[in-house]
């Protein structure tokens, strides 16, 4: 298993109100954390995770949680661009070409 999918099983749990701790997650990986947080970086650039700088009880920690985007694959087609125009009124748009003339 890659390690960003092992990060990420392992953040399958949190959630912005109960993010995990970032030194946890590394702890569970198994992996040196050098090794690790260009890994999370990633994740986050990727915007497949969030981060927050926390501190509780005056100890500063960094929470991380899933972000809940799923990663698109596919190309964008014609049929998913069609979507973005309007149809409009025949009769509108030939009175809008018609030509102007004074009464």
């Known amino acids: 298993m890659a390690l960003s999918e092992r990060i ?4 399958a749990g ?14 569970i990986t198994g992996r040196p954390e050098a090794e690790c947080w260009p890994v999370i970086e990633q994740l986050l650039r990727d915007r497949r995770i969030q981060t927050a700088h926390m501190q509780t009880a005056g100890h500063p920690w960094v929470a991380l949680w899933p972000s809940g985007v799923q ?6 087609t014609s049929n998913q ?23």
Not at 85 to 95: G, M, N
């Open 71 to 76: 990663c698109r694959t596919a190309r964008v």
């Open 8 to 11: 990420l099983a392992v953040l």
């Open 14 to 27: 949190a959630s912005s109100a109960h993010p995990a701790n970032a030194a946890d997650v590394i702890a």
């Open 81 to 103: 661009l069609s979507g973005l125009f309007v149809r409009h009124d025949p009769s509108a748009l030939k009175k809008a070409h018609m030509p102007r003339t004074r009464p």
